[in-house]
């Protein structure tokens, strides 16, 4: 498809090089040729005309790339905004259209167009300047004071329907976007919603990516290919609004309580203090311990047994999710597979601990 538009670029521009040489070159004989021969007036419409023509060729590939690269950001803006924040910025336009019309007749009154060589210039440069600003104001206006692309409400009266209705958007915080495993769970449709990344948030991970800890260097750069890998899947947002004088996590709970929006973490005290200021939390850990494998007591499984235990005699495996399972009686089995019985678990604030014993 863009290579079918960018040869029908190319016709296009050839036609109107073709068009708009033959147009200047009649122009330039007629004003500054009109005293020559017409054979010499026809030999430089001729010239004119075909250098015109060419060069109108020749900068036609740049151009197109140039068009082609304009319509491809367009296009990514356009998906990253919703029907609603669309519907209202369309409103927007149309007003300030209307306006600026308006505008515009009174401004036709003041004589502009008087004044010597540059009037008619001046009058048009002038129009074209208030209907950008009044345009651009009437959809600032209704896509950021009138209705809040983050909660859908209108004039903060509860939404384009009444009644308080909560965003589903998700704000990603720094520790998520290290983890790497939300990038998985969105792409696996358990989670929906726009993805909100705050320009703090990115600034420090950028920070985290730039340290010269090689620990940190590394999670800071896994973060931002999590990012980058998410971004292939769904457009994300970058906010911009930012709450100076506090600290990030402060900031990411005020975010969420203005858009309406759910915060995405795995830190446990901001999951905490988020929840006590009314904003819902996604925790990845808790997912991640709410999916792990029920096991009852009298239940066997099958594990290799990885090293020693801190109480005498015992042994330490791990299942395939990262759950310890700790053996009674297993040292002496360090480094083989065996079948063990589950006598109990344990659920703590890390996770499952299993607790079993040799069969």
């Known amino acids: 498809m863009a290579r079918f538009i960018r040869a029908l670029f190319y016709v296009i521009m050839t036609v109107f090089g073709i068009l708009l040489g033959y147009k200047l070159a009649g122009l330039i004989r007629d004003q500054l040729f009109s005293s020559l021969t017409l054979e010499q007036q026809q030999i430089s419409f001729f010239a004119t005309g075909c250098v015109i023509t060419l060069l109108s060729i020749v900068l036609s590939p740049l151009l197109a790339n140039l068009f082609m690269r304009i319509t491809s950001r367009v296009a990514e803006y356009f998906q990253k905004i919703s029907f609603p924040e669309m519907i209202m910025g369309t409103i927007g336009l149309i007003i300030g259209l209307i306006v600026s ?5 009174v401004l036709s009154k003041v004589p502009l167009k008087d004044i010597p060589t540059i009037g008619e210039f001046l009058a048009a440069f002038i ?3 208030v209907t950008i600003f009044i345009c651009y104001l009437g959809i600032f206006i209704t896509t950021r004071v009138i209705y809040n692309p983050g909660t859908g409400d209108m004039l903060g009266r509860g939404g384009l329907f009444g009644g308080k209705k909560r965003s589903s958007a998700k704000v990603l915080d720094t520790s998520v976007i290290i983890d790497g495993r939300f990038a998985e769970i969105y792409k696996s449709g358990f989670v929906e919603g726009e993805i909100l990344v705050p320009r703090f948030v990115l600034d420090e991970m950028q920070q985290i990516a730039d340290s010269a800890d090689a620990l940190r260097r590394n999670r800071g750069r896994r973060g931002l290919d999590m990012l980058t890998a998410l971004q292939k899947e769904v457009p994300i947002r970058i906010v911009e609004k930012d709450y100076p004088g506090g ?13 309406g929006a759910v915060l995405v973490t795995t830190d446990f005290n901001l999951n905490k203090v988020a929840q006590l200021q009314g904003v819902k939390v996604l925790n990845v850990n808790e997912l991640a311990n709410a999916l792990k494998p029920v096991f009852i007591p009298g239940e066997e499984i099958s594990l290799h047994v990885i090293r020693e235990g801190k109480e005498p005699g015992q042994g330490l495996s791990y299942l395939d999710d990262g759950t310890m399972v700790v053996i009674e009686d297993g040292k002496r089995h360090i480094g083989r597979k065996i079948t063990v019985e589950v006598t109990s678990v344990l659920q703590t604030m890390a996770g499952k601990m299993v607790f079993a014993r040799t069969v």
């Open 101 to 105: 019309s308006l505008v515009d007749l």
């Open 127 to 129: 129009y074209l300047l």
């Open 247 to 259: 600290a990030t996590d402060a900031r990411l709970v005020k975010l969420c309580q203005d858009a």
